[in-house]
């Protein structure tokens, strides 16, 4: 039982918010945090999805509430469906990778993990999926299961224009032997005949 987290919510404006998180450590303890999260994002995405808001909110909830030994790095991206642009805060996770015709993008680090400081501050980024292209959000467990010394390389190695294919690339750099931790992978496909296929 782990504390992973994500979650794809359509909202106003043909846009959808994607949200990825990993709590620290492992067990129930980790497991109810997520479930903390993921509330808390339900809610405020009801008010307010933006990335910056929910970052900030949720930064805010686990400094106060959780112990000091608890964190969980997070990505939220507001997609907009028709023209592929995005913005995102990235706190402290793995940085989500925009694919196209063999270019990659990392959507890198905008902000500290969440619940480590109560005053901690995010930036925003920006970035356009292209018609074709594909957005993959994952967590630690995926890298930390690949073996080899630059399993960053081999992900980016395995990504293609097909997402069934990248799925069962990335299925095959996982080694059994360094599996110690839960798996998450959010990956959304934009096609020339509508805005997004469903995620995979």
């Known amino acids: 039982m782990g504390g992973d987290y994500f979650d794809v919510i359509d909202l106003p404006g043909n846009r959808t918010l994607l949200a990825v998180a990993d709590v620290s450590g492992k067990g129930m303890a980790a497991a109810l945090l997520a479930a903390n999260i993921q509330a808390l994002v339900r809610s405020l995405a009801n008010i307010d999805a933006e990335p ?15 112990p000091s030994d608890r964190f969980a790095t997070g990505v939220f991206v507001v997609l907009s469906r028709d023209s592929g642009e995005l913005t995102y805060v990235n ?12 270019s990659a993008t990392s959507l890198e680090a905008t902000g500290l993990p969440m619940g480590l400081l109560s005053g901690a501050e995010y930036e925003a980024g920006a970035a356009i999926v292209p018609f074709g292209g594909t957005l993959l959000l994952f967590t630690d467990g995926l890298t930390d299961s690949i073996s080899g010394n630059d399993p960053e390389s081999r992900l ?12 069962s690339n990335l299925k095959l750099l996982i080694d059994p032997r360094c599996k110690e931790d839960d798996i998450t992978i959010l990956l959304v496909k934009r096609t020339g005949d509508r805005p997004f296929g469903p995620p995979w």
């Open 91 to 102: 706190a402290g996770h793995n940085a989500p990778i925009v694919f196209c015709a063999g």
């Open 156 to 167: 980016r190695g395995a990504l293609s224009d097909n997402p069934a294919k990248t799925i």
């Open 52 to 66: 910056l808001v929910l970052a900030s909110q949720i930064n805010k909830h686990l400094s106060r509430y959780t």
